[in-house]
């Protein structure tokens, strides 16, 4: 095991890395050597809590034997192959799996590496199929503010955090977003969906009369916004979404990169709040973060459009070199198979109103304004410092680290959603860290 006081220094490394602050970093890394079940252990031996399951992906937990085994055994036996005008079977069957675990008619499926490419994927057939049915003047797309949709053009465009948005010029034309859900005034310490809010749903209803709805193709929403500070949606606030879509004929698209693979307790969000969305994005657990993959799926309608000019034409001119690479198959399925024999898509269920006792009990800590929750995840929102706004909470971070638990902070937020095979005692952990840093934070 290295000693950290042993090892080079980072300060001129060449590694760029992404969103972080690499100078900072740099000074004092924070590194992981290995991983196992709900822990990381830092290169200077010491064993964390991963509070936040990687980066919101490892939902079984660390280096599952099913699944390293399922990685080992295909990279010797087919380690890629194409699937342009090729296949290889463990496409199909994992399609397939997939499929049956998806809502409704959300059955038909698009692979790519990521959620940043999930996203611009489905914005594209969001275009493309409007196109396909005479009504290629839809073409506006409707994001909402404080959403996080990956980094790509699309994404960040319909995206709506301003960080992330301002330094990259016009990005794409014709986007526009709704308003965000949070209203603090109201629903501060919410214990599940927040009671006010619905009624945020009709800014739709403005967008539409401002551009007219014939030129709207889709609208995208996480079902929770989670990397924008967990703004989990009001009581009806989905379901009157899912109606104004209807209403007008655009399309609604969840982007569940991190609300599906059982974080809210169900395979997906969509089932869970019980709103069915004509698209949805996935990435990070369908793999439990193990190889990179994302996937789109897609309603019959929306597939059936698609297939309907000559057998020997292209249906849709997309696509990526790795979409449904073997690895990544291979590793999904093993993924698939531990999540529904250990329980796990269904665990967060069991488990929610035990970790909301917990994560409510952080209240009158220090600095706390808000907690809020849904399924395995929390959020801790903490007063800035004056002049200062993320500084609280990235003290908090490096501290946590510290004693002993990974934690993930967005502006002065605290983010947690451990593996969803973590038990009470290490909820019990978890939370006491927190306690702790919270108690010791100025
Ligand atoms: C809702 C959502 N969409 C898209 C993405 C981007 O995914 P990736 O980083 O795999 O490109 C994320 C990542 O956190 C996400 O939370």
Redesign the pocket.
């Known amino acids: 095991m290295n000693d950290r006081a042993t090892l080079p220094s980072l300060e001129q490394s060449a590694f760029f890395m992404p969103f972080s602050m690499n100078r900072h970093f740099k000074k004092a890394p924070r590194l992981m050597a290995r991983a196992e079940g709900i822990h990381y252990y830092t290169t200077d031996g010491r064993k964390l809590i991963d509070g936040i399951s990687g ?2 992906c490892v939902n079984a937990g660390h280096c599952r034997e099913k699944i390293v085994q399922a990685v080992q055994k295909q990279v010797a036996e087919l380690d890629f192959a194409p699937t342009f005008q090729m296949g290889h079977p463990l496409a199909f069957e994992f399609a397939d799996k997939l499929a049956s675990l998806a809502p409704g008619d959300l059955k038909r499926i698009f692979f790519t590496n ?6 611009d994927t489905a914005l594209k057939f969001a275009l493309a199929y409007h196109r396909a049915r005479g009504e290629g003047h839809r073409v506006r797309l409707i994001g909402r503010e404080r959403g ?4 790509n053009f699309g ?1 960040t465009a319909v995206g709506g955090m301003v960080g992330n948005r301002k330094i990259f010029g016009a990005l794409v034309a014709g986007v526009d977003h709704i308003r965000h859900t949070h209203d603090p005034e109201k629903n501060a310490f919410s214990r599940g969906q927040p009671k006010h809010g619905a009624e945020l749903a009709d800014d739709l209803e403005r967008l539409c009369a401002l551009h007219d709805p014939s030129t709207i193709a889709a609208v995208i929403v ?1 079902p929770v916004a ?2 924008g500070g967990v703004l989990v949606p009001p009581v009806g606030y989905l379901e009157r979404l899912r109606a104004i879509c209807d209403k007008h004929g655009i399309l609604l698209i969840f ?1 569940e ?2 609300t599906a693979w059982g974080r809210l307790g169900k395979p997906f969000g969509a089932q869970h709040f019980g709103v069915l969305p004509d698209l949805i ?1 996935t ?2 657990g369908i793999t439990n973060g193990t190889v990179p993959m ?1 996937a789109v799926f897609l309603r019959e309608g929306i597939y059936q459009a698609f297939m309907t000019g000559p057998e020997k034409a292209i249906e849709m001119p997309h696509g990526y070199t790795y979409s449904s690479h073997p690895l990544a198959c291979a590793a999904g399925l093993a993924t698939m198979q531990v999540y529904e024999e250990e329980g796990l898509l269904t665990r967060a269920a069991e488990l929610s109103d035990y970790w909301e006792e917990q994560a409510h009990a952080l209240k009158g800590l220090p600095h706390v304004v808000d907690i809020r929750n849904i399924g395995l995840i929390a959020a801790i929102e903490l007063a800035p410092r004056p002049n200062a706004p993320g500084a609280r909470a990235l003290d908090a971070h490096v501290k946590a680290f510290e004693r002993g638990a990974y934690i993930r902070v967005a502006g002065d937020i605290i983010a947690l959603a451990p593996p969803l095979i973590i038990g009470k005692s290490d909820i019990d952990r978890l939370f006491e860290i927190v306690r702790e840093v919270l108690k010791t934070t100025d």
Not at 114 to 119: C, N, Q, R, T
Not at 148 to 151: C, K, L, P, S
């Open positions: 980066l919101w990521s959620g940043s490419e999930s996203v996080y949709h990956g980094v994404g996480e989670c990397s982007d990169v991190i994005t990435a990070k994302g």
